[in-house]
């Protein structure tokens, strides 16, 4: 069966069926907005490390988008809860996005004060990202179809960093500043793919999860399943999001080129494209909890290669583990936030509750690492972040339950 009609098949799996207009646009936002966040982030370590920074001022860097994804991300889940133009909020965040990663190139190598402030300005502008993607898969999909519809578009979504790493790998040399202007023009494409997307085939209830048993935010973060899911999700997320840079910026140290980055971030995506794919199905088959157990167990053997890398090449081939873990992360935090949410009218407000917790590991993470680099080595930092992950996968294993249809069968 084909990519495309496997596609047309989760969609009319629901009782509501979107046009072929509708499901084209969304898979198109989902593929170009990776490129926004997948391919920049990387980029920017190599990106300060020419420019003469160290480590904990390029860790500082790093956490900057993390953190204005932390401040703002429960209010934007929230706001799109309720203001019920996702195609608007989606076409003006994205080129902002890009705008700030095309004025990285405009500005001096000393500018630490300016770098700082447009890369958490981009920050605030992705916190809309993942409540209004998940909205209009639900309000485009319906309950019953959603978990294969987010798989179809994470692996949109790994397809377009599949891309953007391969134009990187074109475009890289001894500068990576052209990349940055990539992600501008790519900004464009992710905002007018949005306003593709017909806004009468949105149900604007379902997009907020369905108002059956209306909930506040407050009453709902309080579920146990919801406590459990942000403190692992944002521990795995701590080891992941640094891991990510600071192995790209090892690569650098082991002698490596510009072209070996791309060749590790071309790794990743590549492998979680099937994976993501795959995931959906697996997850309604087997139950939320196994398969999203399984990218826990993973990741701390991924951070493990790290510590005894000896070359460029043994780091490029541990994406595919990381590609691995994170194909399954991005599907399964969904399906679950969906599970604890449905009904209560809550579920944008949920998605940006869950990933403002991803950002606060996304923060500390890299800022945490930075330093520890700089003082004692790539080989320490990875070996503490091995211990996060390990602490995130236990936490998941002891106290989370199953929350999809497995559990109600129970």
């Known amino acids: 069966m084909t990519i495309g009609r496997v596609v047309c098949h989760s969609f009319k799996v629901s009782k509501r069926v979107a046009s072929h207009r509708s499901r084209f646009s969304l898979h198109a936002v989902n593929f170009f907005l990776a490129q926004l966040t997948g391919l920049g982030l990387p980029y920017i370590s190599a990106f300060l490390f020419d420019r ?74 992705q916190s809309f990202f993942a409540p209004l993607l998940c909205g209009l898969a639900l309000g485009l999909a319906g309950h019953e179809n959603l978990t294969r519809t987010i798989g179809w578009n994470e692996t949109h979504n790994h397809l377009g960093e599949v891309c953007s790493a391969v134009f990187a790998l074109l475009l890289v040399g001894s500068d990576v500043s052209p990349v940055f202007h990539l992600i501008g023009i790519i900004a464009l494409f992710a905002g007018g793919s949005a306003l593709l997307i017909r806004p009468d085939e949105i149900d604007p209830d379902l997009q907020t999860g369905g108002t059956e048993r209306r909930l506040s935010l407050d009453q709902l973060l309080r579920d146990r399943r919801v406590i459990v ?89 541990a994406q595919g583990f990381r590609g691995i873990a994170q194909g399954i992360f991005g599907v399964a935090i969904v399906a679950v936030s969906h599970d604890v949410a449905r009904g209560t009218g809550c579920f944008q407000a949920l998605t940006g509750a869950s990933r403002a917790a991803l950002a606060a590991g996304a923060l500390a993470g890299p800022l945490a690492t930075g330093f520890v680099i700089q003082r004692a080595g790539f080989s320490v930092a990875f070996l503490l972040l091995t211990l996060v992950a390990t602490a995130a996968a236990g936490a998941f294993l002891v106290w989370m339950p199953e929350t999809g249809a497995l559990a109600e069968e129970a």
């Open 52 to 125: 003469g920074w160290r480590g904990g001022a390029i860790g500082i860097a790093e956490s900057m988008p993390a953190l204005g994804v932390l401040l703002f991300q429960t209010q934007a889940g929230w706001l799109v809860d309720r203001w019920r133009r996702p195609r608007l909020a989606l076409a003006l965040s994205a080129p902002m996005v890009g705008l700030c990663y095309a004025l990285l190139t405009c500005l001096p190598a000393g500018a630490y004060v300016a770098t700082y402030g447009i890369l958490f300005a981009s920050g605030l502008a």
């Open 229 to 317: 899911l942000i403190l692992s999700t944002t521990l795995f997320q701590f080891a992941i999001a640094a891991a990510v840079p600071f192995a790209a910026l090892q690569i650098r140290a082991l002698h490596g080129t510009n072209r070996d980055v791309a060749f590790y971030i071309l790794v990743g995506a590549v492998t979680m494209v099937p994976v993501a794919a795959a995931a959906g199905g697996l997850i309604d088959r087997l139950g939320r909890r196994l398969v999203f157990a399984l990218a826990f167990v993973i990741a701390p053997f991924t951070l493990l290669v790290c510590v005894f890398a000896q070359s460029p090449t043994q780091l490029i081939l």
